[in-house]
């Protein structure tokens, strides 16, 4: 386990939890499996996320601090809406990579809300299957930072518009040759 997510406590539950549920061998898990009581105190920072196609990753499950952060609960919206559009290809590049390769990311992002434009967040994506198999959808542990309090930062305007990065995070399958970091 990479260093940043043994350090980080929301990281290294949603890594633990996410790895309890690999058997026999598996590179990746279903999706059954996964029970989101399991990650206790992480679970208010934790996203689901489900590929429809290339272009669409739709939310299915929003923890609670992410979408007191966003002041909405977007279950069904377009994860790639909330980046500028010329990041979008560079994630679902990484998206891919999750699903049809077998990794994991590390993804770092500058944030704009409404009432506060100088916050950052990190997020640990890792790869699970849908039941029986069928699908692809992600796990996020998500951890944000700001200047101030997060009380009231007025929705969401847009993410990584000023700085996007994403580390592969090798789960068993080696790391696709993608670059860290979109072209601008």
């Not at 105190?41 to 689901?48: D, E, F, M």
Request: hydrophobic share 40%; proline share 7%.
């Amino acid at each position: 386990m990479i260093r940043c997510i043994q350090d980080n406590p929301i990281f290294r539950t949603v890594y633990e939890v996410w790895d309890s549920l690999r058997v026999d061998g598996e590179l990746v898990p279903t999706r059954d499996k996964f029970n989101p009581m399991a990650l206790g105190a992480a679970l208010p920072n934790v996203v689901l996320v489900e590929r429809v196609d290339r272009a669409r990753y739709e939310y299915r499950v929003m923890g609670t601090a992410v979408a007191a952060r966003q002041q909405e609960n977007p279950v069904g919206f377009n994860m790639l809406e909330y980046f500028v559009p010329e990041v979008r290809e560079f994630l679902a590049g990484w998206f891919e990579a999750m699903s049809f390769y077998g990794c994991g990311t590390l993804t770092s992002m500058d944030l704009v809300y409404n009432n506060d434009p100088k916050r950052a967040a990190q997020a640990l994506g890792l790869p699970l299957l849908g039941r029986g198999g069928l699908g692809h959808y992600y796990l996020f542990g998500n951890y944000a930072w700001g200047d101030g309090p997060a009380d009231d930062l007025g929705g969401l305007v847009s993410a990584g518009a000023n700085d996007l990065g994403c580390i592969g995070v090798d789960i068993g399958a080696g790391l696709p040759n993608l670059p860290n970091q979109p072209t601008r």
